[in-house]
């Protein structure tokens, strides 16, 4: 990646020594509110992150806090109503609402809540899926799919349905199936509830390490306390207030 | 279409069941089509083979034949205007003995022109010819054992007309259909004083025009008098409403099952759309679910039908030909893919936020 001095450059500079890479995400005073006039309801007051590749950022915080409101503007799934959102460079409110589907398609890896498998596709599916949507089948695909299959030592598994798995081993496929599109950004909403605490941390780990091993930045929506040592960065929101 | 068959065949239980569903009410359909047009053919194959365009009966008949008596001014006044493309016929009833069996029969007595359009076309022996006082006869004597050759006696009077020859596809009021002469029937009907039930014509709108015109007479459509002809449109009406109810029920049945299946789904809808698939690709592997399941459960059925037509006793009316079953096949597969529409809009209003978590 070179240096986007074409660009008008808006968000704030690194603080650390990468310094020279353009930052994965960027929330520029993102705020999200419900209704107009007097019934507004204010579900994230302005709010500004930077993720730098290869970064694991935790949000954390109680229920009812504003994680999800969080997590889905930064997984472009909800417009802020103001401020700007900046994903690989690509400013999101300059895309339609038509486009959204295509760019997470290409750029985001979701790692979501237990039930996040379709229940009747068998593990290499999963997986394939995702070229598949896109309209990228083929060898590659397939090729890759059992390159990452081997990766989180899920191969055995193949050709098992969501239902014959565990817990820990369906976090690992929703994993797998998030590094399918080689995304930049990767975002896990409490991508350890329903697991105990080893499997829990194993997930986590895995994440980390691959955030780590393939510069991709990650953001993970957590309320698990004993898994925040294995972020690079923690967090915190607390009634719609964004903390570091 | 990848997601589409991959859930069937996975759910395949449940693929049976609704796919079980269609095909029954398919070939239930299937079914009443055929013996609605085989009781079709069977009360009035005559008229719907017939060449004629027309059928001139007297006003106060409004195009019931048996109602009906031209006298013989009024069917020169309309041969007059009609020429080669008019010809008279008369109807009556008749009750007659032959055959091999015991039985009284019975059967339409048809007087026609043998050199007009409406002679008998004969399948086997020989046509009426002018002053032959024999008849050629519906081939569906042949199962009372009636022979050509053979000779019916007329009650009560005893007359008696010679079998010439058969003819296909020949019935009226659910009876076999006689032909004899003009001649022979005002012979055999003295009564009538020379009067014909009808005067049918092969032309066009023009001619029919100048013939309404005449005054006392009126004019049907080959269609207007098959509906007039006693009992077939209350028969046709009724099996035809059956088959109009059936693909309803069958349309709902698809509808509300693909529905609750949509409703069921939102979760799975909400992740797909998260992960980046279009509303789109969703509501096309939805259609595809839809038309999979239909096209496969309508051919099975088309296929059972067709076996079991093979099984149907002889006496059954029954008349399904290849272009209906397609049509009708065609008809089911459209409503099928109609009744998508419902779930449709539920799949396109799935918001891809409830994949995460409880938005606060």
Request: glycine share 8%; aromatic share 4%; charged share 15%.
């Amino acid at each position: 990646m070179t240096l986007t001095a074409h660009r008008p450059q808006t968000a704030p500079a690194s603080p650390s020594s990468s310094a020279l890479l353009t930052p994965t995400l960027v929330l520029q005073d993102v705020s999200k509110t419900y209704g107009d006039g007097d019934g507004t309801i204010t579900a994230l007051h302005p709010a500004t992150l930077v993720v730098q590749p290869g970064e694991l950022v935790a949000v954390n915080g109680p229920s009812g806090s504003g994680k999800s409101t969080f997590l889905s503007i930064a997984g472009a799934l909800l417009r802020p109503t103001t401020g700007q959102v900046r994903i690989a460079g690509q400013d999101l409110t300059a895309l339609s609402d038509a486009g959204l589907p295509a760019f997470r398609l290409k750029n985001l890896g979701f790692v979501l809540q237990s039930s996040n498998l379709i229940p009747y596709l068998n593990v290499r599916e999963q997986l394939t899926l995702v070229p598949h949507l896109a309209g990228e089948d083929g060898r590659d695909a397939r090729q890759q799919a059992e390159e990452l299959l081997q990766l989180l030592g899920l191969s055995e598994r193949a050709r098992h349905f969501p239902d014959a798995l565990s817990g820990g081993q369906r976090q690992r496929v929703a994993i797998a199936r998030a590094l399918m599109n080689d995304p930049q950004l990767i975002l896990a909403d409490e991508p350890t509830a329903s697991l105990d605490s080893v499997r829990g941390r194993e997930v986590v780990e895995l994440l980390a390490q691959q955030v780590h091993a393939h510069g991709k930045a990650a953001v993970m929506v957590t309320h698990d306390e004993r898994v925040l040592d294995l972020c690079d960065r923690v967090v915190s929101i607390v009634d719609g207030q964004l903390r570091e | 279409m990848f997601l589409a068959l991959r859930e069937l065949q996975h759910y395949r239980f449940r693929s049976v069941l609704i796919g079980g569903i269609v095909a029954l009410i398919a070939f239930m359909v299937f079914m009443l089509t055929g013996l609605t047009r085989g009781l079709a053919q069977d009360s009035a194959a005559l008229m719907i083979n017939t060449p004629a365009s027309h059928f001139v009966t007297t006003r106060d008949a409004a195009g019931v034949f048996n109602r009906s008596f031209l006298s013989p001014g009024e069917v020169k006044a309309i041969t007059a205007v009609g020429g080669d493309a008019s010809t008279p016929l008369t109807q009556s009833f008749a009750s007659f003995s032959g055959g091999t069996e015991a039985t009284q029969l019975s059967g339409v007595l048809l007087g026609v022109d043998p050199s007009g359009f409406m002679a008998p076309e004969i399948t086997s022996g020989q046509g009426l010819a002018a002053g032959v006082s024999g008849a050629v006869v519906d081939h569906s004597l042949q199962e009372d054992g009636v022979k050509v050759g053979d000779t019916l006696t007329l009650k009560p009077g005893g007359e008696t007309l010679k079998v010439l020859g058969f003819t296909g596809a020949a019935r009226l009021n659910h009876q076999p259909v006689v032909f004899v002469t003009l001649d022979r029937w005002q012979a055999l009907n003295p009564r009538t004083r020379g009067s014909v039930s009808a005067v049918a014509l092969k032309t066009d709108a023009a001619v029919t025009s100048q013939i309404s015109a005449l005054g006392g007479l009126s004019v049907l459509t080959r269609a207007e008098a098959l509906q007039v002809l006693p009992g077939y449109k209350e028969e046709q009406g009724s099996l035809t409403m059956i088959q109009v109810f059936l693909v309803v029920v069958a349309a709902f049945v698809m509808a509300v099952f693909f529905y609750v299946l949509t409703l069921q789904k939102t979760p799975q809808f909400g992740l797909l759309k998260a992960i980046g698939a279009s509303t789109r690709t969703l509501a096309g592997s939805l259609v595809a679910q839809m038309l999979f399941l239909t096209v496969l459960a309508v051919a099975i059925a088309a296929l059972v039908t067709l076996g079991i037509v093979t099984l149907l006793p002889a006496g059954i009316p029954f008349a399904l030909t290849l272009p209906t079953l397609l049509s009708a096949s065609a008809l089911l597969i459209v409503v099928a893919a109609l009744s998508s529409l419902l779930s449709l809009r539920t799949v396109a209003k799935v918001d891809p936020l409830i994949a995460i978590g409880t938005v606060t």
